[in-house]
C-alpha cells in the first residue's frame, strides 16, 4: 500500500557539481505540508482526544511526568507539556461532548505545547484515561492516538516506548528544519469556543470491513444533501513514528459518490492521495512548501458542503495487550476534529475499532455553519 511505501522510504538524492547531496525525503515533505497549511495556530486549531484503560491501578502524576520526558528527547516540534490530574465521580462525568469545554477553559495554560492529563473515576480505582488537547498541524489524531499508546507503554514497562529521535533518523526527516516550520502560536483563546456548531451522536457496533463501511458513509453523505465527501487520511503509516500531522483530505465529488460503491470509493480516494503525494514529491524549496500550504487551505476553505469521513480501522495491535496486559489495556478512544475543521464541514463520521468494538461517532450540527477558515 502505498502509506506503506511512504514510511519505507529512503531519502531522495541528486547531483549538485558531481556530489551527492540530501534532499528532503517525503516523509519529511508530508510533514512539511502540515505545518505550512496553517500561517498561525491558535485555539481553534487544537483538539482534544481521551483513550480509557483498564488498570490494575492507576498511575499518579509522577509517573506520568517521568514517563512523557521521552517523548521530549529528539523532539523538534514539542519541549514539554502542561500536567494536570482530573479526577471525576464516574466516567458519564467526562463524556466528549465535554471536551470541548476543557479545552477552552485551560487554553492559556497550554497554548505553546500542549495539555496532558491523567483521568481518573472515583467510582472505579481499575480504569484510567490519558487525555490530551494537541495544535493540529503539528499532530494527527491518529498520531495522538499512537502517542497515547507510547505514554501507556513507557508507563508499564519504564522505557522510552516513543524513540523519537531514532525514528526520525529512520525517516530521513531533518529535524532543524521542521522545527524552522513551525506557525507561531496565539495566546488568546478568543478561538476557543466553549460550545461548538455541533453536538455528537454516538454508538457502538460489530466490526466491518472497508467496502460496507462505505457503503454507509454513501448513504449518509446523501442524506446530509452533501456536495463534496473529504476522506482523512493518514500518509504515514509508520509503524512507529508518533509525532507529527501526515493527514491527507482526499475529495470524491457528489457525483462519484452517488454512482459508486464503498470499495468504488475507496479506490477512487486512493487514486486521489497518490495524486496529492506525486505533487507533493516536486516540492524541496522552503518556498514551494509555503506556497502548497497555501493552495491547500484555500482550496479547502472554497470547497463547499463537505461530508467528513475519517476511520482509522482496527487499532487492536496498538491496545497495550502485548507486554504488562494486566497494568494498562485500551478499552476506548475518544476524540473530535478541531472546531476550525467542524466549522468547515457539513458533517463528519469518524471510527475506530477495538477488539471486537468499533465505536462510531458523528456530528449533528446546531449552529449554521460559517464556512470560513484562517488564510495566509
Given amino acids: 500500500m502505498f502509506w506503506q511505501e511512504i514510511a519505507n522510504c529512503a531519502p531522495l538524492r541528486t547531483s549538485v557539481n558531481g556530489s551527492e547531496e540530501m534532499t528532503v525525503s517525503l516523509a519529511d515533505k508530508v510533514l512539511r505540508l502540515s505545518l505550512t497549511t496553517f500561517p498561525i495556530i491558535n485555539a481553534s486549531q487544537f483538539f482534544p482526544a481521551l483513550s480509557t484503560y483498564r488498570v490494575e491501578r492507576t498511575?499518579?502524576?509522577?509517573e506520568f511526568e517521568q514517563a512523557v520526558t521521552h517523548f521530549f528527547s529528539g523532539n523538534p516540534l514539542f519541549a514539554k507539556c502542561h500536567l494536570i490530574e482530573l479526577t471525576f465521580d464516574a466516567p458519564e462525568e467526562f463524556p466528549l461532548?465535554?471536551?470541548?469545554?476543557?479545552?477552552?477553559?485551560?487554553?492559556?495554560?497550554?497554548?505553546?505545547?500542549?495539555?496532558?492529563?491523567?483521568?481518573?473515576?472515583?467510582?472505579?480505582?481499575?480504569?484510567?484515561?490519558?487525555?490530551?488537547c494537541m495544535p493540529f498541524p503539528l499532530q494527527d489524531g491518529y498520531k495522538v492516538f499512537r502517542f497515547h499508546q507510547a505514554l501507556m507503554k513507557t508507563l508499564k514497562?519504564?522505557?522510552?516506548?516513543?524513540?523519537?529521535?531514532?525514528?526520525?533518523?529512520?525517516?530521513?526527516?531533518?529535524?532543524?528544519?521542521?522545527?524552522?516550520?513551525?506557525?507561531?502560536?496565539?495566546?488568546?483563546?478568543?478561538?476557543?469556543?466553549?460550545k461548538l456548531p455541533v453536538k455528537f451522536a454516538e454508538s457502538c457496533t460489530s466490526p466491518v470491513k472497508i467496502g460496507p463501511f462505505l457503503d454507509k458513509m454513501r448513504v449518509d453523505f446523501i442524506k446530509r444533501d452533501c456536495k463534496n465527501m473529504f476522506v482523512l487520511k493518514n500518509s504515514l503509516y509508520s509503524p512507529k513514528l508518533t509525532l507529527g500531522n501526515s493527514l491527507q483530505f482526499l475529495p470524491v465529488p457528489r457525483s462519484m459518490v452517488e454512482q459508486s460503491s464503498g470499495i468504488q470509493i475507496r479506490d477512487y480516494y486512493r487514486d486521489e492521495e497518490q495524486r496529492q503525494m506525486d505533487l507533493l514529491s516536486g516540492a524541496e524549496r522552503r518556498e514551494d512548501f509555503i506556497e502548497?500550504?497555501?493552495?491547500?487551505?484555500?482550496?479547502?476553505?472554497?470547497?463547499?458542503?463537505?461530508?467528513?469521513?475519517?476511520?482509522?480501522?482496527?487499532?487492536?495491535?496498538?491496545?497495550?495487550?502485548?507486554?504488562?496486559?494486566?497494568?494498562?489495556?485500551?478499552?476506548?478512544?475518544?476524540?473530535?476534529?478541531?472546531?476550525?475543521?467542524?466549522?468547515?464541514?457539513?458533517g463528519v463520521s469518524w471510527t475506530v475499532t477495538i477488539r471486537d468494538k468499533a465505536f462510531n461517532f458523528e456530528t449533528v450540527r446546531t449552529a449554521p455553519r460559517d464556512g470560513s477558515i484562517a488564510h495566509h
Fill in 157 to 194: 514497562n519504564r522505557k522510552d516506548a516513543f524513540q523519537i529521535a531514532q525514528n526520525l533518523k529512520e525517516l530521513a526527516i531533518r529535524s532543524d528544519e521542521l522545527a524552522d516550520l513551525i506557525p507561531p502560536v496565539e495566546k488568546s483563546p478568543s478561538g476557543a469556543d466553549r
Fill in 292 to 346: 502548497a500550504g497555501r493552495t491547500r487551505i484555500g482550496w479547502m476553505s472554497a470547497t463547499p458542503e463537505i461530508f467528513a469521513v475519517n476511520n482509522y480501522g482496527n487499532v487492536s495491535a496498538h491496545d497495550g495487550s502485548d507486554a504488562h496486559a494486566n497494568q494498562g489495556v485500551l478499552v476506548r478512544y475518544e476524540w473530535h476534529m478541531p472546531s476550525v475543521v467542524l466549522e468547515l464541514t457539513a
Fill in 59 to 62: 498511575f499518579d502524576l509522577a
Fill in 97 to 132: 461532548s465535554s471536551f470541548q469545554e476543557l479545552l477552552a477553559e485551560k487554553y492559556e495554560d497550554f497554548y505553546d505545547s500542549f495539555l496532558l492529563a491523567s483521568v481518573t473515576y472515583r467510582s472505579d480505582p481499575n480504569r484510567q484515561g490519558i487525555f490530551t
